[in-house]
């Protein structure tokens, strides 16, 4: 809001409306909606200034004019951002409606809603992922441990700077879980970890500063620095920004971390409803988007699995003997056709789907079996 501006009845009744869903929302969602709502009212006070109350706004001009200025924006925002600038305000606006003042329902529709932008995850390649691993390992500091935890848990940022000294959890046997507090979509989850990730932690234990142990409660930060400060995501994007130009790789973002947790653990068999809670998403849709990730993974591996079905019911060939080699009027010979016959049936019976088929066949082929002793005990006679 325009400090310099005397604020009208209008911006005093927006705000009133976001301190009452602070009530409710994370201080960094109103934090967002006020960004949102000071972009709507900065528009009305330039280009409407005669607008007061809430009863005075219009779809035309008022809110096609403001919608029509966030498309005009350069740079260009994002469909994105333009969506998520048009829900604040709706709802913001729908809540003023519901606490008694004037509002044009009309004012925001279904069709102002641009299409949502789909971004698919962007895993870290297996190759930069090992020279990542590497690089970790061989330098053991807090920030280096920090990152191997992040990786091997597939957290959220927010989620990870949250963890605390007693966040570990033992289940039974070897088995080892992470309790990840209250995060982006109001919900707390366990992590099962392996025993590398259960050494890493208590590595974290150890690196960290031991002033954590003093504070009470449920305020012990697994990542505190020696000053005694709770490292920031800041520390965390500097760090690998650092270690990218070390590898001499494209720069590596923390989200990258947890994309590939997902994708890893997908390529290895993880189904999609148990990966949606590893990784705390509140709809399979958000998780399905993997899916596509590991499309060439499905290609390769189908087309593998297409080579070995090929040789899956391959029989050995049997050599058929021919008619001038087959005394055709001799038991023998009989046999030896009776075998040939019989192999060619069983490697048609074998290449058979219909399963009802492959009975038939099979009926028919101990037939030859008995036909084949019947000669067998004639000839001995």
Known sequence: MNEKQQPCELDMIFEMQLQALAVTLMPATIRYYRVQANRFLRFLKAKHPEIHTPDQLRRNPHVLGWLSSIAAENPPLTNRSRLAALICVRRLLHEIA??????DESLILPQDFPPRDLYLPKPISPEIDLLLDRELRKTDNLMSNALLLLRASGMRVG?????????????????????????KLHNERWIPIDADAHMIFDRLLVLGSSSANDLSGDQKPLLMR???????????RKTLIELSQRLSCPPIRAHQLRHTYATELLRAGVSLPALKELLGHKDIRMTMVYVQVT????QRE???ARQIMKTIHSVPQLPIPKCKDINIAG?????????????QLEIYRRQLANEKARHKLHLLLRRFDILRSALDRFQRT
């Open 331 to 343: 038991i023998p010979g009989a046999c030896e056709i009776l075998n040939a016959v019989k192999h």
């Open 159 to 183: 989620e990870f700077l949250r963890l605390n000294r007693d966040s570990i959890r033992h289940v039974g046997g070897d088995h080892w879980a992470l309790h990840v507090p209250l995060g």
């Open 98 to 103: 519901d606490s008694g003042y004037v509002v």
């Open 226 to 236: 020696s000053n005694g400060r709770r490292v920031r995501y800041y520390k965390i």
């Open 295 to 298: 499309q060439n993974d499905l």
């Open 302 to 304: 189908y087309h593998m």
